[in-house]
């Protein structure tokens, strides 16, 4: 094993030993869970890009408070904040935001990993598509912008999508007014995950009385609501099942993706089996983690790139 992989192995092992105390902080901060997982996810990515650098780091724990603070400024509001940035810090991100980063221009950070909200100019001509998902689909955007670059026009919606709880409420707004060709979209993780009981500490599902977030009956309507309404924009959808998850005693992981199944059966929609080309492939994911490494990140993108280009217009 390389020093560069040992050292990001021994980060990840230190970033989920503590993520509770991280994910505390942030929660604190913003006061959205949704928006504390995504600066969750936009930490551990700029930490893992430290690393393959060969940055030292010396107090992981502190360094990760402090870009989650930095992060936590530019939500929603970096215009008015972008001028008291500590110096060194890009100003120009519009990592959380939708309206406000349209106005971002690209700024150089680490290859530009971290510009997955901003807006993107259309190349006329070019067929249009929409990513939705969570934090897995946020970490591969990049990656499929750049494998379809001059093939198509990849945007994203501009935050977590979270659970179909959170699609429902927001899914007219993400597809807003554009015309779309392909929509590509996933929820799962956040529906399956364990939610705690009030009063109660650990890990959630091993607590009596712990629950799904959304629990399946309802995970399987909402899907097929939120179905109904994206087939009406006209656009090709492209269904891209739930990737692993590492603490899945009860295969809450494959009962999701198999209503998920019923729900894109009936519809006649497509699926992109993401799950089997992420099981195939473990090292790519991080230890204990539903995320994945940058690398890993990349090849889930080369499986996405290939299933909406099955869609687009043959050259």
């Given at each position: 094993?390389?020093?560069?992989?040992?050292?990001?192995?021994?980060?990840?092992?230190?970033?989920?030993?503590?993520?509770?105390l991280?994910?505390?902080?942030?929660?604190g901060?913003?006061?959205?869970?949704?928006?504390?997982?995504?600066?969750?996810?936009?930490?551990?990515?700029?930490?893992?890009?430290?690393?393959?650098?060969?940055?030292?780091?010396?107090?992981?724990?502190?360094?990760?408070?402090?870009?989650?603070?930095?992060?936590?400024?530019?939500?929603?509001?970096?215009?008015?904040?972008?001028?008291?940035?500590?110096?060194?810090?890009?100003?120009?991100?519009?990592?959380?935001?939708?309206?406000?980063?349209?106005?971002?221009?690209?700024?150089?950070?680490?290859?530009?990993?971290?510009?997955?909200?901003?807006d993107?100019?259309?190349?006329?001509?070019?067929?249009?598509?929409?990513?939705?998902?969570?934090?897995?689909?946020?970490?591969?955007?990049?990656?499929?912008?750049?494998?379809?670059?001059?093939?198509?026009?990849?945007?994203?919606?501009?935050?977590?999508?979270?659970?179909?709880?959170?699609?429902?409420?927001?899914?007219?707004?993400?597809?807003?007014?554009?015309?779309?060709?392909?929509?590509?979209f996933?929820?799962?993780?956040?529906?399956?995950?364990?939610?705690?009981?009030?009063?109660?500490?650990?890990?959630?599902s091993?607590?009596?009385?712990?629950?799904?977030?959304?629990?399946l009956?309802?995970?399987?309507?909402?899907l097929?609501?939120?179905?109904?309404?994206?087939?009406?924009?006209?656009?090709?959808?492209?269904?891209?099942?739930?990737?692993?998850?590492?603490?899945?005693?009860?295969?809450?992981?494959?009962?999701?993706?198999?209503?998920?199944?019923?729900?894109?059966?009936?519809?006649?929609?497509?699926?992109?089996?993401?799950?089997?080309?992420?099981?195939?492939?473990?090292?790519?994911?991080?230890?204990?983690?539903?995320?994945?490494?940058?690398?890993?990140?990349?090849?889930?993108?080369?499986?996405?790139?290939?299933?909406?280009?099955e869609?687009?217009?043959?050259?």
């Amino acid at each position: 094993m390389s020093t560069e992989s040992h050292a990001i192995q021994q980060a990840a092992a230190e970033f989920i030993r503590d993520r509770h105390l991280l994910g505390a902080f942030v929660t604190g901060l913003l006061r959205d869970v949704h928006a504390a997982e995504d600066v969750l996810q936009e930490v551990w990515m700029l930490l893992s890009a430290e690393l393959e650098k060969g940055t030292r780091i010396q107090n992981q724990a502190a360094w990760c408070r402090g870009v989650a603070r930095l992060l936590e400024l530019v939500d929603g509001s970096f215009e008015e904040q972008s001028q008291d940035m500590p110096s060194g810090f890009p100003q120009k991100f519009g990592f959380w935001s939708g309206k406000e980063a349209k106005q971002v221009t690209v700024d150089e950070v680490n290859g530009e990993r971290f510009l997955r909200f901003v807006d993107i100019e259309d190349v006329p001509g070019l067929p249009r598509v929409l990513l939705i998902g969570d934090s897995i689909s946020i970490g591969y955007t990049l990656d499929v912008r750049e494998m379809l670059k001059d093939r198509a026009n990849v945007h994203r919606i501009p935050v977590n999508g979270g659970p179909t709880t959170n699609g429902l409420q927001n899914i007219q707004k993400w597809l807003g007014d554009s015309k779309w060709d392909i929509i590509h979209f996933n929820f799962g993780l956040h529906d399956l995950k364990y939610m705690r009981t009030v009063g109660t500490k650990g890990n959630p599902s091993k607590t009596a009385g712990a629950k799904a977030q959304v629990p399946l009956d309802e995970y399987e309507k909402n899907l097929a609501e939120l179905v109904k309404i994206m087939q009406a924009t006209g656009a090709q959808l492209i269904w891209r099942t739930t990737t692993p998850h590492p603490a899945d005693p009860d295969g809450r992981v494959a009962k999701y993706n198999e209503a998920a199944a019923r729900v894109m059966k009936a519809a006649g929609i497509p699926t992109d089996d993401l799950n089997a080309h992420a099981t195939a492939k473990p090292d790519a994911q991080l230890p204990s983690n539903v995320h994945y490494s940058p690398k890993g990140y990349h090849y889930l993108a080369e499986k996405v790139a290939a299933a909406i280009t099955e869609y687009l217009p043959k050259k």
